[in-house]
């Protein structure tokens, strides 16, 4: 079975991160959660980002503010794809520090990356990533699309009335 892990700078990213592991849950995802920090743990995140591969994770969702160096410098060691979250924090510039410290990463070192604070996309895209070569996940995937249409049409009908 696949595992997405999510890893935070700090514990402040939690609250943006819980929607990650709340809908990889509903996928039926199993998730690893810890906190490495680039700039506090930094032998923590080259053995996380080295090993990751080897404890059977096929996804790494990384949460970072401010300078946000976390998903890239994962990116930088591990072969696994990984998806960035900008997190709006206490020290960032309105978030706005966290997307370009996650977006404008080198050629060579991709990392997918999500809107502020969009830990969900984050969540849904790792369950997109797994469910490309795992059926299970694929067709729960196609399932939630799909209440997803039918929600907006319920609410288009709904406006109608």
């Known amino acids: 079975m696949s595992k997405v892990a999510i890893i935070m700078g700090s514990i402040s990213d939690m609250p943006v991160m819980q929607e990650a592991i709340d809908i990889l849950k509903g996928f039926d995802i199993e998730t690893e959660v810890d906190i490495v920090s680039a700039h506090r743990t930094p032998e923590k995140l080259f053995d996380f980002s080295k090993n990751a591969h080897t404890r059977g994770i096929s996804v790494i969702i990384a949460g970072a503010g401010g300078a946000a160096h976390l998903p890239g410098m994962v990116a930088s060691m591990s072969p696994l ?8 924090s206490s020290n960032s510039i309105d978030g706005w520090d966290s997307v370009l410290s996650i977006l404008q990463m080198p050629g060579g070192v991709p990392v997918a990356t999500v809107a502020l604070n969009g830990a969900k996309n984050a969540g849904i895209l790792a369950a997109q990533i797994i469910g490309s070569h795992d059926k299970c996940v694929l067709d729960k995937i196609i399932f939630y ?15 109608k009335k």
């Open 145 to 159: 699309k799909e209440s997803l249409k039918e929600a907006v049409n319920k609410a288009a009908s709904e406006l």
């Open 81 to 88: 794809p990984v998806i960035g979250v900008p997190v709006k």
